[in-house]
Nanobody
Framework: QLPLVESGGGLVQPGGSLRLSCTAS????????IGWFRQAPGKEREGISC??????YVADSVKGRFTISRDAAEATVYLQMNNLKPEDTGVYYC???????????????????????WGQGTQVTVAS
């Protein structure tokens, strides 16, 4: 279990932007896939975007609007969310999985609850 901490959620109007951060002190992210998942009220948790040292995956539902990036020196992964829509509302979770357990980074975004490490979540609300 990695000590993942999310930040950056909040209330934003439709069309607005937010940047989420996921940090884990004293962890070398090079050995992990890091992903962002969201859970809307009454819905299952879904993988939004996942990143490794070499590749990224972005779900079709957010492609063109959300961008995932990583800062290895700061052990931080970001999720830049632009043109937010009300349907983006939910709790956003950061997750981590050891790369040796993954075949592809897309697989991580599809693993769901079986991923090893999770943050506590940060609320994103898109409303006018």
């Amino acid at each position: 279990q990695l000590p993942l901490v999310e930040s950056g959620g909040g209330l934003v109007q439709p069309g607005g932007s937010l940047r989420l951060s996921c940090t884990a002190s004293k962890v070398n992210f090079d050995y992990y896939g890091i992903g962002w998942f969201r859970q809307a009220p009454g819905k299952e948790r879904e993988g939004i975007s996942c990143i490794s040292i070499t590749t990224t995956y972005v779900a079709d539902s957010v492609k063109g609007r959300f961008t995932i990036s990583r800062d290895a020196a700061e052990a931080t992964v970001y999720l830049q969310m632009n043109n937010l829509k009300p349907e983006d509302t939910g709790v956003y979770y950061c997750a981590a999985e050891a790369l040796h357990r993954l075949t592809t980074i897309q697989q991580m975004c599809l693993m769901g609850p079986s991923i090893t490490s999770w943050g506590q979540g940060t609320q994103v609300t898109v409303a006018s």
